[in-house]
């Protein structure tokens, strides 16, 4: 800033300085001229200069006349001549009588004009004043030419140059000082970072902001839109397409309380709103400057996420206590087989394991032949384990097969509703006397994935089968009813839907569909040569 603003100055005083110094010269020089025409007029209409032209003896009278002239004036030289331009004055008394050097009277003798000129006399080169001499009839006798030599009129315009030098210096000095001021001012506005610094952050700060899985709205004093990164713009109508920054808060999203902390500057934290048709935990913070609110930022995430990991870790909890439910029963059969060793009814003990073994085998061989993603394939084997420690019976249809690979976020999808359309069903009211029983089927053939989760349970009421996919609808307490909600959300941002339908075992059957192109992973291609 320094460089660039210094120089600017630098190069904006070098052009005018040298604009006006040559205007000022041209002015010094036109009035020189104007100076030494005067002095000639008046010299010329002298009536003794004019009667010494009919003496015996011009020079006698007219050079002393001229040489007062010239030294009251401060002229370079008055030559008075005749009409042949013979001289009758001269600065230097040797050259009176000699012809005059410069060849510049004619216009002066022969038209009468005034005017003036510049050429190279006896003296050297200079700026002339030529006036014609008349006579009391108006007839021309003779010329006055008053000059100023070049070399003086330069001496005397490069004495006021350098002082205009010196002032522009001056000038130049001061600028470049307070350059320098601006420029520290400015850093430190700025924290003392240079631009590419500034420049690197700004990006930085945009990246990070774009890759936060929460949405972040900040607002300025005045209650504008100031940022929205790529999460929060899907919350605001509209925003999609468009840059929301300027927008006022409360048109863009009516139900924040962000004025709120504007005008309160307190901060509000793990708030419940809506943002659109989406139930979010809020956390809202003011922005203090100097002890001034200049704005407030809001940080929200979908309460539903936030539900979904409170139940994954409920599951991992149930899945531990299933494990060791399990444990405590395997226990149980090692203490029949020791007891069985110990009566030495070892082929009883044999048929014990092998039963034992038989059947866990053939349940996990089911499952990976017919799941070929090791994870989905790993929540089903949990699922069933937990459900028979819970005395749940879970079938798997043996037609069922998801053999696709699965991407990332398609896997997370299916463990998502895998696993609650079978706590759903697991958990399903029942008769009294009735034995929990759940069959699950599935498949990926064709262009669809198709879960279908059928229990033996009281069943649901079809004329109520919308209600039990909305939000916190349920029959099993308060804090429930957000698995099936979240399931249809996936579902359709999955490009299908699921439907509640008679199950062939008395109870409800839900079926989920989802597009199977958006849940399976995407064609690696060769790596580059």
């Given at each position: 800033?320094?460089?660039?603003?210094?120089?600017?100055?630098?190069?904006?005083?070098?052009?005018?300085?040298?604009?006006l110094?040559?205007?000022?010269?041209a002015?010094?020089?036109?009035?020189?001229?104007?100076?030494?025409?005067?002095?000639?007029?008046?010299?010329?209409?002298?009536?003794?200069?004019?009667?010494?032209?009919?003496?015996a003896?011009?020079?006698?009278?007219?050079?002393?006349?001229?040489?007062?002239?010239?030294?009251?004036?401060?002229?370079s030289?008055?030559?008075?001549?005749?009409?042949?331009?013979?001289?009758y004055?001269?600065?230097?008394?040797?050259?009176?009588?000699?012809?005059?050097?410069?060849?510049?009277?004619?216009?002066?003798?022969?038209?009468?004009?005034?005017?003036?000129?510049?050429?190279?006399?006896?003296?050297?080169p200079s700026?002339?004043?030529?006036?014609?001499?008349?006579?009391?009839?108006?007839?021309?006798?003779?010329?006055v030419?008053?000059?100023?030599?070049?070399?003086?009129?330069?001496?005397?315009?490069?004495?006021?140059?350098?002082?205009?030098?010196?002032?522009?210096?001056?000038?130049?000095?001061?600028?470049?000082?307070?350059?320098?001021?601006?420029?520290?001012?400015?850093?430190?506005?700025?924290l003392?970072?240079?631009?590419?610094?500034?420049?690197?952050?700004?990006?930085?700060?945009?990246?990070?902001?774009?890759?936060?899985?929460?949405?972040?709205?900040?607002?300025?004093?005045?209650?504008?839109?100031?940022?929205?990164?790529?999460?929060?713009r899907?919350?605001?109508?509209?925003?999609?397409?468009?840059?929301?920054?300027?927008?006022?808060?409360?048109?863009?999203?009516?139900?924040?309380?962000l004025?709120?902390v504007?005008r309160?500057?307190?901060?509000?934290?793990?708030?419940?709103?809506?943002?659109?048709?989406?139930?979010?935990?809020?956390?809202?913070?003011?922005?203090?400057?100097?002890?001034?609110?200049?704005?407030?930022?809001?940080?929200?995430?979908?309460?539903?996420?936030?539900?979904?990991?409170?139940?994954?870790?409920?599951?991992?909890?149930?899945?531990?206590?299933?494990?060791?439910?399990?444990?405590?029963?395997?226990?149980?059969?090692?203490?029949?087989?020791?007891?069985?060793?110990?009566?030495?009814?070892?082929?009883e003990?044999?048929?014990?394991?092998?039963?034992?073994?038989r059947?866990?085998?053939?349940?996990?061989?089911?499952?990976?032949?017919?799941?070929?993603?090791?994870?989905?394939?790993?929540?089903?084997?949990?699922?069933?384990?937990?459900?028979?420690?819970?005395?749940?019976?879970?079938?798997?249809?043996?037609?069922?097969?998801?053999?696709?690979?699965?991407?990332?976020?398609?896997?997370e999808?299916?463990?998502?509703?895998?696993?609650?359309?079978?706590?759903?069903?697991?958990?399903?009211p029942?008769?009294?006397?009735?034995?929990?029983?759940?069959?699950?089927?599935?498949?990926?053939?064709?262009?669809?994935?198709?879960?279908?989760?059928?229990?033996?349970?009281?069943?649901?009421?079809?004329?109520?089968?919308?209600?039990?996919?909305?939000?916190?609808?349920?029959?099993?307490g308060?804090?429930?009813?957000?698995?099936?909600?979240?399931?249809?959300?996936?579902?359709?941002d999955l490009g299908g839907?699921?439907?509640?339908?008679p199950?062939?075992?008395?109870?409800?059957?839900?079926?989920?569909?989802?597009?199977?192109?958006?849940?399976?992973?995407?064609e690696?291609?060769?790596?580059?040569?």
């Open positions: 800033m320094v460089l660039l603003v210094g120089s600017l100055l630098v190069f904006m005083l070098a052009i005018q300085g040298h604009y110094n040559q205007r000022y010269a002015l010094m020089e036109d009035q020189i001229g104007q100076r030494a025409l005067s002095v000639a007029r008046t010299l010329a209409s002298n009536p003794m200069l004019v009667d010494a032209f009919d003496s003896d011009p020079a006698a009278s007219i050079q002393p006349l001229a040489e007062r002239v010239r030294v009251q004036t401060g002229a030289f008055i030559v008075v001549g005749n009409r042949d331009s013979i001289r004055s001269h600065p230097l008394p040797d050259r009176i009588g000699a012809r005059m050097v410069g060849e510049d009277n004619d216009p002066a003798l022969i038209e009468g004009a005034e005017y003036v000129s510049r050429a190279t006399g006896s003296l050297g700026i002339r004043g030529k006036v014609p001499v008349r006579n009391g009839d108006g007839a021309i006798i003779g010329v030419s008053v000059g100023f030599l070049a070399s003086e009129i330069k001496e005397k315009i490069a004495a006021d140059m350098r002082s205009n030098l010196m002032l522009m210096l001056a000038t130049a000095c001061l600028g470049l000082l307070g350059a320098v001021w601006i420029a520290r001012r400015f850093q430190r506005a700025i003392g970072l240079e631009p590419h610094e500034i420049a690197r952050r700004l990006q930085e700060k945009d990246a990070i902001l774009q890759s936060m899985h929460e949405g972040l709205v900040a607002v300025n004093a005045q209650g504008r839109i100031t940022l929205a990164n790529a999460v929060a899907r919350f605001i109508p509209g925003a999609e397409d468009r840059d929301p920054a300027g927008q006022d808060i409360r048109e863009a999203l009516p139900h924040s309380r004025s709120d504007l309160t500057g307190e901060a509000q934290y793990d708030r419940e709103t809506w943002v659109g048709e989406q139930l979010v935990v809020v956390n809202r913070v003011p922005i203090v400057v100097d002890g001034q609110v200049e704005g407030a930022v809001a940080t929200f995430r979908s309460r539903m996420e936030i539900l979904e990991l409170s139940r994954s870790l409920a599951e991992v909890r149930q899945l531990a206590d299933g494990l060791r439910e399990q444990a405590h029963e395997f226990s149980n059969k090692l203490h029949a087989l020791a007891g069985l060793l110990q009566l030495g009814k070892v082929q003990a044999i048929v014990l394991i092998g039963e034992e073994n059947l866990e085998q053939a349940r996990l061989t089911l499952l990976q032949n017919r799941v070929h993603d090791p994870a989905l394939c790993g929540l089903l084997a949990g699922k069933l384990m937990r459900a028979a420690g819970q005395g749940v019976q879970i079938d798997v249809d043996e037609g069922s097969s998801l053999l696709s690979e699965l991407s990332v976020s398609g896997r999808a299916l463990l998502s509703i895998f696993g609650n359309l079978l706590e759903n069903a697991c958990e399903a029942r008769p009294a006397g009735c034995s929990p029983e759940v069959l699950l089927s599935f498949t990926d053939v064709g262009d669809s994935v198709v879960i279908e989760v059928d229990d033996n349970g009281c069943g649901v009421d079809l004329a109520q089968a919308e209600r039990v996919f909305e939000r916190g609808a349920s029959t099993k308060d804090g429930r009813g957000i698995g099936l909600a979240l399931v249809r959300q996936l579902c359709r839907d699921v439907t509640l339908e199950g062939e075992q008395g109870g409800a059957c839900f079926v989920a569909v989802v597009d199977k192109a958006r849940v399976t992973a995407p690696r291609m060769p790596d580059a040569v």
